[in-house]
């Protein structure tokens, strides 16, 4: 069992950055892949950012890839996601996941599924 808290939302200025951060409690979070999603105004929970368990890989959703990096600190039970370059477009509640999946999908880059733990959100506003 893991429980997520995540933190590090609020308000920016386009062209801003925000560092947000993920505590997890809970032994088995280390064996876990973690990932972050969010959910905008009006819109559907969309995959963000995802790493395996041991960090040796990244995954990002195109539309973020180059802005955003996704890290982990096993031994302190965290996760964090630094957003550069953040746009309006960026706005919305971001997520902390984990035990995220790859699922096959036909276009041949898999989609990430989500796993059963989630944080309770953090808002991001990002202002023109």
């Known amino acids: 069992q893991v429980h997520l808290v995540d933190s590090g939302g609020g308000l920016v200025q386009a062209g801003g950055s925000l560092r947000l951060s993920c505590v997890a409690s809970g032994r088995a979070f280390k064996d876990y892949a973690v990932a972050w999603f969010r959910q905008g105004p009006g819109t559907e929970r969309e995959f963000v950012a995802g790493?395996?368990?041991?960090?040796?890989?990244?995954f990002y959703a195109d539309s973020v890839k180059g802005r955003f990096t996704i890290s982990r600190d096993n031994t302190k039970n965290t996760a964090t996601l630094q957003m550069d370059s953040l746009t309006p477009e960026d706005t919305a509640v971001y997520y902390c996941?984990?035990?995220?999946?790859?699922?096959?999908?036909?276009?041949?880059?898999?989609?990430?599924?989500?796993?059963?733990?989630w944080g309770q959100g953090t808002q991001v506003t990002v202002l023109s």
């Open positions: 996941n984990a035990d995220p999946k790859p699922v096959p999908h036909p276009s041949g880059k898999p989609s990430i599924v989500p796993g059963d733990y």
């Open positions: 790493m395996p368990w041991n960090g040796f890989r990244t």
